[in-house]
């Protein structure tokens, strides 16, 4: 989802769990939980997304089941360069009027695109010669035919811990794009490790105990 500068903890119901939209009657059910405070990043920008990330802290904790877990934190910096990275969402399936909107959560591999290369694509777009990709993105995709879209914004993009591949880590969440994989153009990702630090000093100020999840 997008979660808006004006959104009130109200607003917002955090569901995890779901596969299939269109239905309550799935074999393994989703959970709900409320959200109590929002705490946007102080340097975000609506106007150009720099800095697009923000913390929800729900009203009780969400129940781990075999559906339902937890994704590990690149630390601060950390880089990434693999190829079988993985995004997840229910967002159009092409770009513009004709897209629809995915019943069942789809998943889609895509590759690490250096900051440069990413760049230099992105400034043949309308963006023009002059644009700047801003330190706060990561880029994935740029294969024809695969990309997220529309719809699968705030979704996350994971991709395998360099230190031990066989676990994963949330390296990216779903921001803007040129098209959706029509264009060849990677798509645009919030660079989660650039803001680790910012989350754990959230977390520690929120008194919230984060050692049951630390390995």
Same mark, same amino acid.
């Given at each position: 989802?997008?979660?808006?500068?004006?959104?009130?903890?109200?607003?917002?119901?955090?569901? *995890?769990?779901?596969?299939?939209?269109?239905?309550?009657?799935?074999? /393994?059910?989703?959970?709900?939980?409320? *959200?109590?405070? #929002?705490? *946007?990043?102080?340097? @975000?920008?609506?106007?150009? +997304?720099?800095?697009?990330?923000? +913390? +929800?802290?729900?009203?009780? %904790?969400? !129940?781990?089941?075999?559906?339902?877990?937890?994704?590990?934190?690149?630390?601060?910096? +950390?880089?990434? =360069?693999?190829? !079988?990275? @993985?995004?997840?969402?229910?967002?159009?399936?092409?770009?513009?009027?004709?897209?629809?909107?995915?019943? #069942?959560?789809?998943? #889609?591999? /895509? %590759?690490?695109? %250096?900051?440069?290369? $990413?760049?230099?694509? /992105?400034?043949?777009?309308?963006?023009?010669?002059? @644009?700047?990709?801003?330190?706060?993105?990561?880029?994935?995709?740029?294969?024809?035919?695969?990309?997220? $879209?529309? &719809?699968?914004?705030?979704?996350?993009? *994971?991709?395998?811990?360099?230190?031990? %591949?066989?676990?994963?880590?949330? =390296? &990216?969440?779903?921001?803007?794009?040129?098209? $959706?994989?029509?264009?060849?153009?990677?798509?645009?990702?919030?660079?989660?490790?650039?803001?680790?630090?910012?989350?754990?000093?959230?977390?520690?100020?929120?008194?919230?105990?984060?050692?049951?999840?630390? @390995?």
């Amino acid at each position: 989802f997008f979660l808006r500068f004006q959104n009130q903890p109200s607003d917002l119901k955090v569901r *995890v769990g779901e596969w299939d939209t269109q239905t309550t009657r799935e074999r /393994l059910p989703y959970q709900e939980r409320d *959200v109590v405070q #929002i705490v *946007v990043h102080e340097g @975000f920008r609506a106007n150009n +997304l720099f800095n697009d990330v923000a +913390l +929800l802290v729900l009203a009780s %904790p969400v !129940d781990k089941y075999d559906h339902i877990g937890t994704i590990c934190l690149p630390s601060q910096n +950390l880089q990434f =360069t693999s190829r !079988d990275c @993985f995004a997840t969402g229910w967002g159009k399936d092409v770009f513009g009027r004709k897209g629809q909107p995915q019943v #069942i959560l789809k998943k #889609i591999q /895509l %590759p690490i695109v %250096p900051h440069n290369i $990413c760049q230099d694509s /992105l400034r043949k777009t309308r963006l023009g010669l002059a @644009f700047a990709l801003h330190s706060s993105f990561i880029c994935a995709g740029g294969e024809p035919g695969k990309d997220t $879209c529309t &719809g699968d914004g705030g979704g996350p993009l *994971v991709c395998p811990d360099p230190t031990n %591949p066989s676990r994963y880590m949330q =390296t &990216g969440i779903v921001a803007w794009g040129i098209g $959706c994989g029509d264009t060849g153009v990677p798509g645009v990702y919030v660079d989660v490790a650039q803001f680790r630090n910012w989350i754990d000093e959230q977390l520690a100020r929120l008194k919230i105990d984060t050692s049951p999840y630390k @390995f």
